[in-house]
């Protein structure tokens, strides 16, 4: 029986188990592969690029420290924001964690500048740091901003609702060990969506206890699961 919710497939940094995570060939692969959206992650390059890399180094280089043009020389196929807005930013919405702080109104005006409305109302905004989200919220009150934690616990459901924040995002074990809570965190106005889904098998089992998506390597067997 088919969950009576709508559970959100989100493609991991694209089609990560296709193509290399946060390329132009995942992103391409989730859109064919039907997801809901892309996550992909931020980061801030020496010359103040917006560039697309879940780690804080690319090749031994700081992302930090380095300018884009250096980053390139190790990793030609290396995205910025602009790049994947421009190419991919009219056909989904973006799920993007903010990995580096005061990128915030540099990341949300370039969004809100590029995309259509229709997806525009779709993005979220999600980071491990409190402070980011606090200022994704402070900047973009209307958006959907989402706290990446490890705590899911009605305290940390509590916290997230209490400033005004949309979403919580648990890794998918725990949501599992105490399903309970997704009940508290809706009754509380928020969306949950889970992380760290490692196995298939896991992403029905998130959809029937009520989760409103998640974050997967593989959408296109992530999708086949639901129907």
Known sequence: MAPAHTFH????????????????????????AGAYS???????????????????????????????????????GLLTVAAALKEFGQTIPFCWEVKAPHIVPALLTLVSDLVPPALWVQSEFTSFLWANVLALHVFSPRSTVGWLTTDWSETAIT????????????????????????????????????????????????????VDGGTVNFPGEALTALA
């Open 159 to 210: 916290r997230v609702a209490t400033v005004g924040l949309s979403q919580i995002c648990p890794p998918a074990p725990q949501v599992l060990a105490a399903p309970d809570l997704v009940g508290i965190a809706h009754a509380k106005g928020l969306t949950v969506r889970a992380w760290n889904i490692s196995e298939l098998s896991l992403v029905r089992r998130l959809a029937d206890v009520g």
């Open 38 to 76: 892309i996550e992909t992650d931020v980061r801030l390059t020496a010359d103040g690029i917006l560039i697309l890399e879940h780690d804080e180094d690319i090749g031994g280089l700081l992302v930090a420290g380095a300018a884009l043009a250096e980053l390139r020389a190790v990793n030609p």
């Open 9 to 32: 497939v989100i493609a991991h940094r694209g089609d990560s188990a296709q193509a290399p995570g946060n390329s132009a060939q995942a992103f391409e692969q989730a859109i064919r």
